[in-house]
């Protein structure tokens, strides 16, 4: 069974708000869109999202410290910043405080978007796939150990049979 592939919109603009959720949800994902930080977090608690879209201009909290928030309390969340501003000191901000994944020019067309949160969802199911692969790792690492301790000539007689090779 495929996971559930969860999206968290933020941005205070109705219009853009739904208008995002719309393209995100015809893709086949599952989302949430909000209107502010603080309900971003606030939904977060209950309803764990696998990427975070969010504006940054908005009241109160902006996206660089929302996401910078997220990256914090919930590092494996994807955060993608979206953005009508062109100013560097923004980029370099949500790179260093919130590394963000991806920096979208608001308005973005939807093919860009889709675009990146394909490419994002790659990035999730590969690291879910590589902590797999760790604890596998560990797990015959110990087996491997136990052997060695309980049956040390035949893990040595093993041990020489494989390094001969």
């Known amino acids: 069974m495929q996971q559930e592939q969860r999206v968290l919109i933020v941005d205070d603009e109705e219009d853009a708000r739904t208008s995002l959720k719309r393209v995100v949800e015809r893709a086949g994902y599952c989302c949430t869109a909000v209107e502010s930080g603080d309900e971003a977090l606030a939904v977060l608690k209950d309803w764990p999202a696998h990427i975070v879209i969010s504006d940054h201009d908005m009241p109160g909290m902006n996206g660089v410290e929302l996401l910078s928030a997220i990256s914090?309390?919930?590092p494996g969340v994807v955060r993608i910043l979206l953005t009508g501003r062109a100013?560097?000191?923004?980029?370099?901000?949500?790179?260093?405080?919130?590394h963000v994944y991806r920096?979208?020019?608001?308005?973005?067309?939807?093919s860009e978007l889709l675009t990146v949160l394909h490419f994002a969802w790659e990035s999730i199911e590969m690291e879910q796939e590589n902590r797999?692969?760790?604890?596998?790792?560990?797990?015959?690492?110990?087996?491997l150990a136990e052997l060695q301790?309980?049956?040390p000539e035949v893990m040595k007689n093993v041990l020489s049979t494989v390094q001969s090779q």
């Open 103 to 110: 920096y979208l020019n608001k308005p973005c067309r939807s």
């Open 87 to 98: 100013d560097f000191e923004t980029s370099i901000s949500a790179i260093n405080s919130a």
């Open 149 to 151: 301790r309980r049956v």
């Open 132 to 143: 797999r692969l760790r604890a596998l790792a560990r797990q015959q690492q110990a087996l």
């Open 72 to 74: 914090t309390r919930n």
